[in-house]
């Protein structure tokens, strides 16, 4: 069994590059999928949320990511006292998917994380992958793709560790700059020597 950290930065294509891997088989478990499970209405995270943040970011009888997400990504602080709640909800509910699926025998788990090196996690991985475009495409990608103002974009990704300085510590890296074809090709080569 092998578990394997699936990262990037925003606007990197790291969701594409996830679902080349399960196309090929990988059984991927999915920190984003994770957040909006803990977030859902009536669960401890939904509850916490609210009481941390107030009501103002309830919507239609769910958290207002969007709302939320303008906060955390200008106030360091508030970023902090989200993570604090988030992050242990995150962290379980995929170790359970991931113990779910060594049970059902998945011989390679990817686990996709996209604030895998800021959150110190690497060590918990027999390898990581790291799907990398340079800040102006990524940046280009959230504003075309996303519909995010430049600002915005920008201080998403000031809010990450720099794509250049994540390359560095990865294993396997998949440039992600080119066509989907080139994509597709490196996701192959990759997971034939993840899935030896």
Known sequence: MKLIGLTGGAG?????????????????????EATHAVYAPGTPGFDAVLREFGPEYERGGEIDRATLGELVFKDRGARERLNAIVHPLVRQWMADRTADAFDRGAEVVIQDVPLLYENGLQGLFESVVLVYATPATQVARLVEGRGLSQDRASSMLASQMPIDEKRGSADFVIENDGTREETRRQVGEIWLRLSK
């Open 12 to 32: 990197t294509g790291k969701t594409t590059v996830a679902d080349m891997f399960r196309e090929l088989g990988a059984t991927v478990v999915d920190a984003d």
